[in-house]
């Protein structure tokens, strides 16, 4: 029998022993009056002692109601409260700092958002001296990389685990025989001055340290060899390309993330190519290129050419304006006609004029292109020349393959291998691999246990940037510090400083203490303020390097480039995982190659022309690509990939991404799953490592694409001689684009700068036929919105008679054009704002338009009033880099589906980037590229919302489009419906098999959906509704443009915009006043929110008549 | 009375006549009288289902099993299982749903309106039409429910009063959609169980087994055959009529409205409602015929369902074919004549795109085919037109594939075309579906008679009242003998004791 105590509330038992429950600070301090120490008034609530017979009742009954209840819930998780408040920590609210990511041998200054102290989100750091508050794909994505469930975890030694301990004895131990020991440090290109530092400790402890930096797939870094050819020295060039009339791209795919300065450039092209009005001016863009990139999708003229030839065509740019002597070359009449108007146009820019030459041109074409930026005047105003401090610098792949033969040789017995993957990722001829076995002691230090983790004796996982203490110089020297964001996730991981202080001190010491010890010197005094400045603004004032002053640039001689028969094997890293870094990322393995719109892949490009020669074939079948897989072999070594044929590619030349064919080991193990559950094929986390792994025998598993890194004649990034054998045929290609043409459709609309200046209003004559609606004069005007019904068809059948609705007076101050048709729309603010005919979307009154109704008295209680979203994308700046794709990902917790899926067409990315091919004739070959970001629109008609029986998307009354996530049955017809198929279906439960590491780094400000609802882009709602909060906070109205979409802030170039169009002051009122403006498929009347700015291509109309010349005349001949 | 009577069956073989004229014009052939007809319906409700019944049944029942467990795998893992992607959001499931819903129009169609129009000659098909009409709007409500992507939330589409205070979303079709279908549903429901009862009763007096009769008591109502049920019965049966006929043409409009009412080129097309009636009469009356040929056959109901009441199925499967092809022509004309590129595009793509396979079958089984029914001697021929009426349902089911899916997989942005490819799951239940429509449909033909009898009596000219007047002796019994003559054990028993197929051979 259960004894219970019965309690009288009225006198609570004072005396019982345990903890005294009080609710208020009175009545406790010493007061001993017996009635003040009760806590709970009598009637108040019964004390939390003992129980009553009640409340026994009560719990048992809530309990038994409880218990069968659990059984069809969701498992129960618990949510706990921090037991001990961190100081600055708010739940709810994330923190930010700035930071800095590491990158090809640069820091690029970032603000990473904390959330309860999960990083989530990186940012651009929009405060540093070089400016930039948009990032490139990479930042987006390298917080994923944190949280790569396959890190490496624990230190191993010779294959078995070991402890971290075990690494310091071995440490100390070798610090002992430091005399008798040859040391050698193999390290990824860094600038940070720490491990400078650490690399003095180094040479201070081994006598004959050799130290190696080294960047996968670098080659020999021919831009600064280049430099040191032409100047003596490996300056480091800064394009101010804002300035720049005319842009010479000798293979630079300078706006790409890639290169080392990306934002810089980016902003400083689009900022040339920026049109507000008719008045503007731009910049134009030639490119010759050796491959297809956005930086040529987005220039105005664009030649193909084989790496192999670009130097001589460099070389005949420049003998043309007097800087040195030309090789002996056979150019074609289309090539000729290039460089006759790439040379009169530079010559015309003078000092604007600018070249660039790319990463894959050897040194001899950078030092060309500076000669001819020298002989320009473009030092000083479009190039700056940033003097490093370094002297002299070794081409990387000879200093590696130094190395390697000492290690070869037996004269390394001891090799730190520094966040680098050799094994992986150096060529072939190297031998590196049979090297390593050579030297006594290996030791790497890696994110994952990767190719070079297995080969070594020692492996210690490494941190990551926002685990870690460290320090950089941005791309213009800026010092900066990265300083971490969270406790590294597994208590081995190391940062590379923490790693050579110990290799040469034995002492292990913390990466803060590290870093701060070298700042102390770098900083003045007061210290503490002075770094807590540093931390706090991300970098220091005023240590960006010294502008160079220069003498005469050597002139290098350029051979005659070799016979062009020859196949050429272009080798780049990958525009999605670089040369590795990113391979087990996810979201950029599922990212769409900016141009050929590959996922989870990697191809040897090559032209129809070259495929044809070779025999091979890609075929689209069935909505996907099959692909004949080819043998590449060069020297021996031979690869197999599926090829792929891209327009405008050289004929020739076959291009290859390095960064796939991983064989990382596992970390984690496999989930196995009843038979009739399919996660287990759905799943992208399942058994191997994303992008591969190994089993327990050494076998590639899941292992995606091939690695290319190995067929890399050292020193060298372009190879010659390539054999390719068809290997087998209907390899499948995951692509999120299959359609490359806009089938005649006006979709991408643009225009050349004169036709632009001639008619401002160009978007519009691009417009399809309409169908006579008879919509007249709307708002504003008295008109009910459908005064214009009836009225009859103009004869052009085209616009409209004037209806009722239409205004005397606009139709005077119209151009031509808008008076035949008619049309009143728009009829606001002037003449010069004239919408001319065609434009139905326009007669729609636009909420910032003066006499909209919504601005009557009568409206302004209307929830309509208020703030009302909107959003530009202008096409002129988009250069397609991916950047919003990646940020809307990381922002939006979009999931990744694998390449199966994405090939039945169930990607999941929000915003896309559709790329166009277009060319004057079918079929040419050369068609030139239009990038266009498509998100959810928004339309205030959204076709959407009327189909969907349950009310789960409806219109905000702030105008966007909501997507009701817990109220979504998933019939799919507001999908089927969607014109812009923006739309995407959880056709699995993609988060059920998220591992908890992915799952920490999903934003908590988002709703991550489940299995059988539809999700789109939400123009961040979220941070909308934050910010409103924080206005509401402090009583206030949302200040213009304080809203920023996550793909907005993230976009370096500014082609987005987003704001209040109920504000005058915001910047996307501005951007929708451009005559540029037009709305996607408007002729739908869906009156999307959201507002292309047509492109313009600034062409030079010499060349383009002679090239059309050029083309008949061939034509008449043939 | 002669106890070896024999029922002649083939209507080829004239039989005397009583009144000597041979009666070439007569909806029941072989000069059968109304007891002949009782026996011939019920006796199949009444003894032990023939081996092939069971066979049938067998294979049905794992067709049925097949789509359990397919559904149940849809819900566990989800609707990735089917082929369904982006841009194709609707796949087999909505194909299937629609394909059921237009066979589901034949019975309403033939019980209702031609009975308005007093067509005697449905009264031998319609009872079995009606049945499967409910079966096949059965099978076609199953999709769209499991095809959602959360099944256990579907009752949202109701406007159930619930804590949310929410209403569906009125202005979608979806919602119109399910309205109409369990309107239709329901309706047609009622309307075959009201005819269904004076042969419930019939039944359930012939009935030997106690509990077969208390059922059958059950359902039939209480039905005694008074003047004054017959009465309130025709009145009852022509209210149900006057109700369903709307809804015959309301149902596959409503439908229709999924489509019509979006703004997909192929989709958005104001000829979509009579266009979609007009293929759904055109199915069901397939779908009809080549059961209704089986069902003869197998069951020895070919003087009741004669060859004229299967031509003039067919006229009506010529008629309804010519409108659905002429509806294809319109749309493309339309198509041009709009002079929006989309809405051409959509078309060429149709008939030259990637799914051009799919719209040729269409184009062949619906409008070429069922062309050859003007030969009358193809009309009147069995094995032609169960051919040609299996032709039109593979034909219907890809009208709805090619209205589908060719129009979603290439719309307005090329950049977001894309491609169905069914997978096994699709495949696997759809043909389940069948299966559960042909278990229905023989639990139908083993426990209800399955012509409607008393309806077809009401048709024989011995129901006309003038019928002795032509000095026949054409009275049954005599006078003085109740109208309708109880069931003689001896003369059940002969019917009992030989299968139909023998019944059909001793006649020849």
Known sequence: MIELDVIDSDTPDRDASGPTFWRHATGTDGDDEGEDLIEFAPGDSEPPSGASRRQFLQLMGAAMAMAGLAGCRRPEEKILPYAENPETVMPGIADYYATGMPFRGILRPVVATSNEGRPTKIEGNGDHPTGQKGTSPYEQASVLNLYDPDRSRSVRQDGGSASWDDFVSFCRQLGNEAAQRQVAVLVEETSSPTVQAMRQRMEDRFANLQWVPYAAGEGRNARRLGMQQAFGRPLRPRYALGEAEVIVSLDANFLDGRSRDFLHNTQGFAEGRRLEDVEGTMSRLYTIESRYSTTGGTSDHRLP???????????????????????????????????REIVRDLREAGENGVVLAGESQPPAVHALAMAINQRLGGLGTTVTLLDTGASEVQPQDEALADLTES????????????????VYDAPSGLNFEEALSNVQDTVHLGRLRNETAQAARWHIPRTHYLEQWGDGRAYDGTLSVIQPLIRPLYDDAHSIIEVLNLAATGVDAGGHDLVREQWRAQLSEPFREQWRQVLHDGYLEDTGYDVASVGEATVPTVEASSSSDELEVVFRPDPKLLAGRFSNNPWMQELPDPITKIVWDNVAVMSQATADELGVEVSRREGSFYADRVELTLDGEAVELPVWVQPGYPDGSIGVSMGYGRTIASTRESEST???????????????????????????????????APLRPTGERVATGAEVSKVDSGYLIATTQEEGTMQGRPIVRWATLDEFKEDPYFVNDTQPPVPDLGHGEEGGHGGDGHSGDGAPPDASGHGLEAGPGTDAHAAEDMPEQTAESGDGGAAHGGGEQQAPAGERQREYPMIWQEDHPGDQPAYKDNPYYGNQWGMTVDLNTCTGCNACVVACTSENNVQVVGKDEVSKGRHMYWIRNDRYYVSEEEGDDDPEMLTQPVMCQHCENAPCESVCPVAATVHSPDGTNQMVYNRCIGTRYCQNNCPYKVR??????????????????????????????????????????????????????????EVETACQEACPTDAITFGDLNNPESDVVKEKENPRRYELLSYLNTKPRLSYLGRVRNTNPRLEEALSAEADEAQASA | METSKKLPADPSEPAPSPSGDGAPDRLVKGDLSFHDITEMVSRHAEKKAPMAWYAAFAVALSGTLLLLGLFAHVVWNGIGVWGNNQPVGWGWPIVNFVFWVGIGHAGTLISAILYLFRQHWRTAINRAAEAMTLFAVMCALIWPTFHVGRVWAIYWTLPIPNQMAMWPQFKSPLLWDVFAVSSYFLVSLIFWYVGLVPDLATLRDRAKNFWRSRILAFFSLGWTGSNRHWRNYEKAYLLLAGLATPLVLSVHSVVSFDFAVSVIPGWHTTIFPPYFVAGAIFSGFAMVVTLMVITREIYGLKNVITIDHLEKMNIIILVTGTIVGFAYITEF??????????????????????????????????????????????????????????????????????????????????????????????????????????????????????????????????ADPHFHEHGGNGHPEGDGEPYIKPAEPALAEAYRGGGPEETDDSST
């Open chain 1, 407 to 422: 290690m070869a040789t037996g004269e390394v017995d001891t090799l730190f291998m520094l966040g680098v993957n050799p």
């Open chain 1, 305 to 339: 050419m084989r790496a192999g030839q670009i130097p001589a065509f460099a070389a005949a740019l420049a003998a043309e304006l007097g800087v040195g002597d030309a090789p002996e070359a056979s150019w074609s009449e289309k090539e000729r006609l290039h460089v």
């Open chain 1, 674 to 708: 009843p038979f009739w559950d399919t996660s287990d094929r759905t799943n992208i986390y399942n058994g191997a490592p994303i992008a591969g792994g190994v089993d327990a025998s050494g076998n590639g598993v899941d292992v995606i694409g091939a690695n290319v």
């Open chain 1, 984 to 1041: 995407r279906f959880n056709f699995y439960d993609w988060t059920k098999t998220l591992p908890t590491e992915v799952q920490m780094a999903q934003n908590p400000d988002v709703t991550v959906r489940t299995r059988g609802v539809m999700e789109k882009c939400t123009w961040c709602i979220h941070r909308v509704r934050k910010h409103q909060q924080q206005a509401d906070n402090e009583d206030r109205d949302l200040r213009p443009n």
């Open chain 2, 333 to 462: 004309f339309m198509a041009w004549y709009s002079g929006v590129q989309y809405e051409q595009y959509a078309f060429i793509n149709r008939a030259f795109g990637p799914y051009a396979w799919a719209y040729w079958i269409m184009m062949t089984c619906n409008l070429i085919t069922p062309q050859l029914f003007w030969f009358k001697k193809l009309r009147r021929s069995i094995p032609v037109m169960f051919v040609l009426s299996i032709f039109v349902n593979i034909g219907m089911w890809f009208e709805r594939f090619v209205i589908t899916i060719t129009s979603l997989h290439r719309d307005f942005l090329p950049s977001s075309w894309g491609y169905f490819t069914a997978t096994w799951v699709d495949i696997g239940t759809l043909v389940g579906s069948f299966g559960l429509f042909f278990t229905l449909f023989l639990l139908f033909l083993r426990f209800v008679p399955m012509v409607a009898m008393a309806e077809v009596k009401g048709v024989m000219p011995q």
